[in-house]
């Protein structure tokens, strides 16, 4: 059997030509809109509330925006924040919402009104000295604590059961106490952190080109050597039963075993330049977004298997999942995706951009 490929565009053009294509959706032109308050900014986070999902909350470089209708109408929500770029955004099991700035960390307490700072650092020193013990010298380290403050950017938030962490600039920090102290710093020499998750015991911390994994709850780390040592990590994130997914200029890798192998995930999904990965924990699916294709994938297997889910453009930094609808952050602002999502046929596909693309199947 073969195929013929007719194409419309500005130019008539007929060419003979042999495609390896990922599959796209009956439905791949852009339906996805503008979302959220009505000016340009970069957007890092959109979260829902966990108590009432009407309530969404968008962080930003001017601060933090509050809708309580499900996005009709939308208020600035930044008073404290002293007028700093929101980066992260996470909101804990008692409704605290913790964002991470270009200064720091910021709390909101469930019910308040302002955002306050919680930066407050204490590191545990050692110092030595020399002591006698039953007429023996010997040395012993003396602890003391340090504190400091963490005036630093804030590039991920991750709220665990018993901690939270924080991927800074300055290294990686976390608390045990809602937030009230924290202690960190860099790890095995590496400070820019751009990406922190936790499952149980389980911690998986990110720079542009190293990935750090702890075993112990953040204790003890190690280095952990991708397939591609000279690629550029861009997210990362850790599903329930522990697999760790890292999304690289070199494509998807997976771990089953805390980092000590990884895979190359391309059933479905581009080999190179997968921008951002996320897990939806209600729909049950991992959701991928590809730098080069604009285009939105998801799995329902655990990474062994990707469909193109939809085409969103060019220029995404992440995609979530809230209330069953997909978002978009970007550079310029929030877009959303459509409410229902359509299914899928084998009928008229339209791939991205101006050109239409009808395959036509005959036998000989």
């Known amino acids: 059997m073969s195929y013929r490929a007719e194409f419309a565009g500005p130019r008539k053009l007929l060419i003979a030509i042999t495609l390896v294509t990922l599959p796209l959706p009956a439905f791949c032109g852009n339906r996805w809109t503008a979302f959220g308050p009505r000016a340009t900014f970069r957007v890092s986070a959109v979260r829902s509330d966990r108590s009432d999902p009407r309530f969404l ?26 007028g700093h770029a929101v980066l992260a955004l996470e909101q804990a099991m008692g409704g605290t919402w913790v964002a991470g700035t270009d200064h720091g960390i910021f709390l909101l307490p469930a019910k308040a009104d302002a955002w306050r700072s919680s930066n407050a650092v204490v590191n545990e020193q050692g110092t030595p000295r020399l002591i006698q013990v039953n007429g023996v010298t010997r040395w012993v380290l003396t602890h003391h604590p340090t504190r400091t403050v963490l005036d630093t950017r804030i590039n991920a938030i991750e709220i665990a059961p018993n901690r939270w962490l924080a991927a ?20 095995r020499g590496e400070r820019e952190f751009i990406a922190i998750k936790a499952e149980r015991e389980l ?20 280095q952990t050597q991708l397939p591609s040592p000279k690629t550029i990590i861009y997210d990362l994130t850790i599903l329930p039963d522990s697999r760790i997914f890292v999304a690289t200029r070199d494509g998807m890798f997976r ?18 330049e997968i921008g951002s990965i996320a897990f939806d924990s209600i ?74 693309l009808r395959l036509v199947h005959h036998s000989d």
Request: overall charge negative; aromatic content about 8%.
């Open 168 to 187: 800074t600039s300055a290294g990686v920090y976390s608390s045990s106490d809602q937030g009230r102290i924290w202690s960190g710093g860099p790890l």
């Open 255 to 272: 771990s089953v075993d805390g980092g000590r192998s990884w895979q190359h995930l391309i059933n479905g999904l581009p080999p190179r």
């Open 203 to 222: 911690v998986a911390a990110a720079t542009l080109g190293k990935l750090l994994v702890s075993l112990d709850g953040g204790t003890v780390w190690n």
């Open 57 to 82: 909350y968008v962080a930003c470089d001017t601060g933090v925006y509050v809708s309580g209708d499900g996005g009709e109408h939308w208020r600035q929500a930044s008073e404290g924040l002293n």
């Open 283 to 356: 729909g049950k699916r991992l959701l991928a977004y590809g730098n080069t294709s604009g285009l939105v994938f998801e799995s329902a297997d655990k990474g062994q298997n990707w469909r193109c889910l939809d085409n969103p453009g060019f220029g995404l930094q992440s995609i979530t999942a809230l209330n069953g609808r997909l978002f978009a952050t970007t550079a310029q602002g929030l877009l959303a995706g459509p409410e229902k999502p359509q299914e899928d046929s084998a009928e008229t596909r339209q791939a991205p951009g101006n050109w239409f």
